[in-house]
């Protein structure tokens, strides 16, 4: 049987970093493969390149046996393309119906068919076991929805190759099994499949076949017969990696941030967090566990200036704030790592080492008075690039041009550095390779042992029994439950976050 | 919020058309014929927002609608005076139109230079040009004559207001009606808005982002074309040094005002219409006695008004002004 992709001596050179290098690669019908590797390994710059995105300085890529155009995207979808791209091609102000069926609109005449459209979407989202709301605009959805559209989109017309650029980095784990089944029925029925993911279990799931990418280059291919999660992470990273945390004592403190009777609406403006208590101490990590749009985002947002509160109070440090903008939550001493780091925690257009001090730009020592100081700037950059690992060959390119996993490096590099009383993490770990996930989760440790008082939200309920010492489980816009996390029972919140127990 | 401005702009629909009423049971026929002589005024007004909707819905920023509107007029003018025939000065016009835009595309798709840059390189263009090669004393064969529409034009009020003008008029509500059509209901406009907005979203989904961008560029400037035409071939029928006196900026702000809906910047450009058209008949019935100068500011003034009321409130397409790059992000 030919093959149904055919790479061949792919590379692509971009300035100060070969993303690619001399690659050659395979995909069947019907065949799973997981394309695993470090942030910045060149795993997107290949695919994209499948997709007509990205032009190869040198190689070539054959599509059912007929070489691509570069460019030609409209033609390599036609062939039975599709591709979830790591980065949402979604359009913020367009509604879900209109994301999905840009580029091959039904037609009534020379008019969309906006019915017809919507009901191809509802059945699309029924066989698929995603939901969707034809009529809801992006930008008002959480991103795990807007993650559904984008897969959605790809599914839509029947494609014969798959491409997936870690759809799964925003999913619930329910969501996550609903799509790895998806995946392997498409499989099944002949679809050949190419995955990229930084979830081993996933990888461990789903896959026939793992391509390790490191530094642009293919360094081995393997299966999940033949090794585990650990020998997995080895191949990519290049040494042994500590899959486990090793959580000391936490010496906990007087009480930091205290939140009472908190309500917030969402941006429907419905009441989405109805009245939350709890109070974060001084040297401990608090785990906010919850199935994803149970209030975790407003509620987050809420506390950090970023959403108006309906009701409650966030007392910092024994005083009182009012409804603060996100300035002032930083001002009394919130720092904050966003879930939608594209949004909420870059400026892409700017430099990377603006970015790394985009929370302190008007403070000594990177700015004096009115005027910034380049030199310290430049040489906070490098320090950071160095101790978080962010790959790329300049400080002073745009965050734009960084992989998706080194950008989120980036924000957790800032919002870490600055040593507040309390750091709020949102997915701190979202779409990093497993080498700096280890490293992130050592630096959220040590921020704990040097007093500040850490909130992390996560919607992988490992992260949050690994890290915290006291789990918040959220469901239905409230905290159902604070148990400590010694001894706390695995399945016992799974039942808690589904809203079964009480 | 969507509910809201729509909300927003039926109150003052209501209210003009209450205003309307009571002036017309006041004084049918003065009424009527500052209506008229409003769409006149609002027409070319109009038209030049169309241009920047086009251009900014797609991407790219134009502030040379006013370099376009000049020489356009200016080559409908001699066009129609050498070949004796006022429709081959409109369609001459017109391709010039299309050329000033696809020379905005050359610079700010192709060779994405900034695009305030290329803009302002058409006016100086447009204002170099026709500088140049003014000379004084020519006079048109003929103009676009006010052609009623059978039926229509026995219309009550309506008929004297939007069923007795010449040809160009009736083209203008024509493309203005369709572009609204098109922008919101074809498969053509959701990939152009998609453009304008994400230009990335739509390169992924298989939609050319420069095709795109040139086409509707220069769909941008065939309608400056008609623009420049109805100017100087129907509405004033000579032609002299700065002719289009700013019409293409004052487009910029009512585009932003109708917020770059199609409906909505012609209902804008009918509000500075109808002000114009009010003040000069108040004017010569001398109820008030404003110097004529003072209107003649009138739509300068009113454009920094509605910048500063509009300001802040609304959302240009997100993706406006800056060149794709393919495979960023
Ligand atoms: N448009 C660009 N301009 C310059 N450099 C780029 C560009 N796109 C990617 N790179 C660089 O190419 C390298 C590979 O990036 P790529 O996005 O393929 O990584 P990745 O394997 O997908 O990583 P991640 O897991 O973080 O998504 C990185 O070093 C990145 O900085
Ligand atoms: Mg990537």
């Keep these: ?22 690659i050659s690669l395979t995909v069947s019908a019907g065949e799973v493969v997981a394309l695993l590797g470090e942030n910045g390994a060149g795993k997107s710059t290949l695919l994209k390149a499948v997709f007509g995105l990205v032009k190869p300085d040198s190689g070539e890529i054959k599509i059912g046996g007929e070489p691509i155009v570069f460019g030609d995207t409209a033609g390599i979808i036609s062939r039975g393309v599709g591709m979830v791209h790591q980065h949402f091609q979604l359009v913020p102000v367009m509604t879900v119906a209109e994301n999905i069926i840009l580029g091959d609109e039904p037609k009534r005449g020379l008019f969309i068919n906006m019915k017809a459209a919507r009901a191809e979407i509802i059945a699309l989202s029924k066989r698929y076991g995603l939901e969707v709301d034809p009529d809801a605009v992006i930008e008002d959805l959480p991103v795990g929805m807007q993650q559904r559209v984008e897969i959605l989109k790809a599914l839509r017309k029947d494609v014969k190759l798959l491409i997936l650029d870690e759809p799964t980095a925003v999913l619930t784990p329910q969501e996550i099994d609903e799509l790895l089944s ?6 099944k029925s002949g679809v050949g499949i190419v995955l990229i993911t930084h979830k081993l279990h996933e990888v461990m799931a789903v896959a026939d076949r793992v391509v390790v990418l490191r530094g642009g280059k293919l360094i081995g291919t393997t299966s999940p017969k033949e090794t585990n999660e650990a020998g997995l992470a080895q191949m990519m990273v290049g040494r042994s990696v500590v899959l486990q945390v090793n959580r000391t004592e936490a010496k906990r403190g007087g009480v930091v941030l205290e939140v009472k009777g908190l309500q917030v609406r969402d941006d429907r403006k419905i009441l989405s967090v109805k009245g939350v208590d709890f109070s974060l101490h001084k040297g401990e990590i608090l785990g906010i566990a919850g199935v994803e749009g149970n209030g975790q985002r407003e509620f987050v947002e809420a506390i950090c200036g970023m959403r108006h509160r309906e009701a409650g109070e966030v007392i910092i440090n024994g005083v009182a704030t009012k409804d603060l903008d996100p300035h002032g939550a930083h001002e009394a001493g919130i720092s904050h790592v966003p879930e939608d780091r594209e949004k909420h925690g870059l400026v892409s257009s700017y430099s990377i080492a603006d970015n790394l001090i985009l929370n302190q730009f008007d403070q000594e020592p990177f700015a004096k008075g009115w005027i910034r100081n380049l030199g310290e700037i430049s040489k906070n950059a490098l320090g950071m690039v160095e101790k978080f690992d962010i790959r790329t ?16 490096k980036v924000v957790v590099a800032r919002e870490l550095s600055e040593e507040l009383p309390v750091l709020i993490a949102a997915q701190p770990t979202r779409g990093v390779d497993v080498g700096s996930i280890e490293f992130i989760h050592n630096q959220l440790l040590s921020a704990r042992d040097k007093g500040a008082a850490v909130l992390l939200v996560s919607a992988e309920l490992d992260e949050i029994l690994s890290l915290s010492d006291r789990i918040a489980v959220m469901s239905g816009g409230k905290i159902v439950a604070i148990v400590d996390s010694k001894g706390a029972d695995r399945n016992y919140i799974g039942r808690l976050m589904a809203g079964l127990d009480k | 919020m969507i509910t809201l401005i729509k909300r927003r702009g039926s109150y003052y629909f209501l209210a ?8 017309y049971s006041q004084s049918a026929n003065i009424t009527t014929s500052v209506f008229s002589i409003a769409v006149t005024f609002a027409m070319p007004l109009a038209l030049a927002a169309m241009v920047g909707i086009m251009c900014e819905r797609t991407g790219i920023v134009n502030i040379g609608i006013e370099g376009t509107l000049l020489l356009s007029s200016f080559v409908a003018f001699y066009v129609a005076i050498a070949a004796k025939s006022i429709v081959i000065g409109f369609l001459v016009a017109m391709a010039t139109g299309v050329a000033m835009s696809l020379l905005l595309a050359l610079m700010s798709v192709t060779w994405k230079m900034d695009q305030i840059i290329a803009g302002t390189i058409l006016n100086i263009l447009a204002t170099g040009l026709t500088s140049f090669f003014y000379i004084q004393g020519n006079m048109l064969p003929n103009m676009f004559r006010q052609k009623p529409i059978p039926g229509l034009s026995n219309l009550p009020f309506f008929g004297d207001v939007l069923f007795k003008h010449g040809l160009l008029m009736y083209i203008g509500f024509v493309v203005i009606i369709t572009l609204y059509y098109g922008l919101f209901h074809t498969p053509w406009g959701l990939r152009t808005r998609a453009v304008g907005e994400h230009p990335s979203s739509a390169d992924t989904a298989g939609v050319s982002v420069s095709r795109m961008r040139y086409v509707n560029v220069a769909i941008a400037g065939a309608i400056g074309g008609l623009c420049g035409s109805y100017l100087v071939l129907e509405l004033v029928g000579s032609w002299n040094r700065g002719f289009t006196a700013g019409k293409g900026f004052t487009a910029l702000a009512l585009m932003i005002f109708g917020r770059w809906n199609p409906m909505g910047a012609l209902a804008a450009a009918m509000f500075f219409g109808l002000a114009q058209a009010g003040a000069n008949q108040l004017m010569i019935n001398g109820t008030v006695n404003i110097p004529p100068q003072f209107v003649g500011i009138l739509p300068y003034v009113m454009t920094i008004i509605v910048l500063a009321i509009s300001a802040g409130k609304v959302r240009p397409p997100a993706a406006e002004g800056q060149p794709y790059e393919k495979g960023q992000s």
């Design chain 1, 1 to 22: 049987m030919s093959a149904l992709l055919e790479i061949t001596g792919v590379s692509k050179q971009y300035p100060g970093v070969l993303a690619n290098d001399n």
């Design chain 1, 182 to 187: 998806v995946v392997r029925n498409l499989a």
């Design chain 1, 393 to 408: 060959p300049s400080a002073s390119n745009t965050a734009s041009s960084l992989s998706g996993g080194n950008k989120q």
């Design chain 2, 16 to 23: 003009v058309t209450l205003a309307t009423l009571y002036l």
